[in-house]
């Protein structure tokens, strides 16, 4: 079975500092990938920022990259420069070719 | 591209009463999945659709629950006889089916319905 681990319920961070959300997974799979989904309260989930296991390159999308440690099976995300509209729910999320599994999340409060 | 959309937003219902739930993929997407969130939780994978075909359920999904594609396009999930414990956030997703250069795709999100039992 696969498993997602968020072990943060809830981080803060000020605006303009740098944040480090922390996952740890579990699969038996070679082939997967791993995705970062923010949703805004009351708001649809959106993705982040996306990582195939099979490349060694973390993943960048603008003020968003990903710590990828295979070996370790650890996907923290870094969110630099925060912003205001930063605050969410993040969930961490492991997929193959199919269904998605998640973590519980970790809500992100940034303070002005 | 228009997004996902679920239908209604939220609906609140008697328990024992039947619910059903729409949800309209992105047009070019021939996957389709539902999930449930329930308060505090990341969301749960209930099943998902290849077109019309239905490939996979969650052993949480009970026989109460029932979801069809019928023409590949837009789906309906269904709950009988509601209970208070179906209470939650119902979520569908979809994507382009993955192909051997690109690999699994992210799934896009709706905005979910949101059930209430009394």
């Known amino acids: 079975a696969q498993t997602v681990t968020q072990s943060q319920p809830e981080m803060s961070v000020q605006e303009a500092e740098t944040v480090t959300l922390s996952c740890t997974y579990d699969t038996s799979e070679s082939d997967y990938y791993l995705f970062w989904y923010k949703q805004p309260p009351s708001r649809q989930m959106i993705l982040v920022i996306r990582?195939?296991?099979?490349?060694?390159q973390n993943a960048t999308e603008n003020r968003f990259s990903v710590n990828f440690q295979k070996a370790a099976k650890s996907f923290s995300l870094k969110i630099s420069d925060s912003q205001l509209g930063d605050a969410a729910m993040y969930f961490c999320a492991l997929g193959g070719s199919e269904k998605l599994v998640f973590g519980k999340g970790t809500k992100l409060t940034v303070n002005p | 591209d228009t997004g996902v959309s679920q239908n209604p937003r939220h609906k609140i219902t008697k328990r024992g009463q039947n619910v059903t739930f729409r949800c309209d993929p992105i047009?070019?997407?021939?996957?389709l999945y539902w999930y449930r969130q329930t308060l505090g939780q990341g969301p749960e994978f209930l099943t998902y659709f290849q077109n019309e075909a239905q490939l996979e359920k969650s052993r949480l999904l009970s026989d109460r629950f029932s979801a069809e594609r019928p023409k590949g396009s837009f789906s309906t999930l269904e709950i009988q006889r509601t209970e208070q414990g179906d209470s939650a956030m119902y979520l569908c997703?979809?994507?382009?089916?993955?192909?051997?250069?690109?690999?699994?795709?992210?799934?896009?999100f709706g905005d979910g319905t949101r059930l209430s039992i009394l």
């Open positions: 047009s070019e997407h021939n996957r």
């Open positions: 997703a979809s994507s382009p089916v993955p192909d051997k250069t690109l690999g699994g795709q992210p799934q896009h």
């Open positions: 990582q195939e296991a099979y490349k060694q």
